[in-house]
């Protein structure tokens, strides 16, 4: 998170609000806080681990597990992209990305 915040790089930092928010929405934000940055582990190759299959990655010291919450934070992301927070990224990538992009658009047109 250091060099995060040196670089000033925009993350989306889970807001709550402790007096106005719900005790599960605090909860869940602070939660995501402490998990980040994320450790996102991605695979599309199936493997068998005790009888089950799971999706995960082989390495020669052993098996990393996507959605192992002990391997990866996939499934808390994904949680709170699909799910939690979807109205969050769907309003931040509209007031933020589309409308920056929209102002660039138009200010070369203008020129």
Same mark, same amino acid.
């Given at each position: 998170m250091?060099?995060?915040e040196?670089?000033?790089i !925009?993350?989306?930092?889970?807001p709550y %609000? #402790?007096?106005?928010? *719900? /005790? /599960?929405?605090?909860?869940?934000?602070? @939660?995501?806080?402490s998990?980040? !940055? &994320?450790a +996102?582990?991605?695979?599309? @190759? #199936?493997?068998? +681990? =005790? =009888?089950?299959?799971?999706?995960?990655?082989?390495?020669?010291?052993?098996?990393?597990e996507? %959605? *192992?919450p002990?391997?990866?934070d &996939?499934?808390?992301?994904r949680?709170?992209?699909?799910y939690?927070?979807? #109205? %969050?990224?769907? /309003? +931040?990538? &509209? *007031?933020?990305l589309?409308?920056?992009?929209r102002?660039?658009?138009?200010?070369?047109?203008v @020129?």
């Open positions: 250091e060099d995060i040196y670089y000033r !925009p993350v989306y930092n889970f %609000d #402790v007096e106005e928010d *719900d /005790e /599960e929405t605090v909860e869940e934000n602070a @939660e995501l806080r998990l980040m !940055p &994320f +996102i582990v991605g695979s599309e @190759e #199936v493997v068998e +681990i =005790g =009888g089950r299959k799971v999706r995960a990655r082989q390495y020669p010291w052993g098996v990393v996507v %959605d *192992d002990k391997h990866s &996939f499934l808390a992301i949680s709170a992209l699909l939690s927070h979807l #109205v %969050d990224l769907k /309003e +931040i990538t &509209f *007031d933020f589309y409308e920056n992009y102002t660039e658009k138009l200010s070369k047109a @020129e």
